[in-house]
């Protein structure tokens, strides 16, 4: 995700660009989580994602369609340099 960045800008352009990227992730799922909580009683819906966590639902496997995707993106935004 993050090739090439380094040997054309530097590393500090390569950990910003990270940071950005962590930055974004960690707001598209505040707002997933927000508006999840907004459908409904909140105590209903925590069991349900309770329900989730437990069975594995919300598990990434090799299995998930976009697994390898998600481990490109986990591979660029936790590797030090």
Same mark, same amino acid.
Request: proline share 0%; glycine share 10%; no cysteine.
């Given at each position: 995700m993050f090739e090439?960045? !380094?040997?054309? $800008?530097? +590393?500090? +352009?390569? !950990?910003? !660009?990270?940071?950005?990227?962590?930055?974004?992730? =960690?707001?598209?799922?505040?707002?997933?989580?927000?508006? $999840? =909580?907004?459908?409904?009683e909140k105590s209903a819906l925590c069991a349900k994602v309770d329900q989730g966590l437990t069975s594995g639902y919300f598990d990434i496997t090799p299995k998930f369609p976009l697994y390898p995707k998600a481990m490109v993106l986990v591979d660029a935004v936790t590797k030090k340099a």
């Open positions: 090439g960045i !380094e040997a054309k $800008f530097g +590393k500090e +352009k390569l !950990e910003s !660009e990270r940071v950005q990227v962590r930055q974004i992730t =960690i707001n598209q799922g505040t707002a997933m989580v927000d508006q $999840f =909580i907004a459908r409904g």
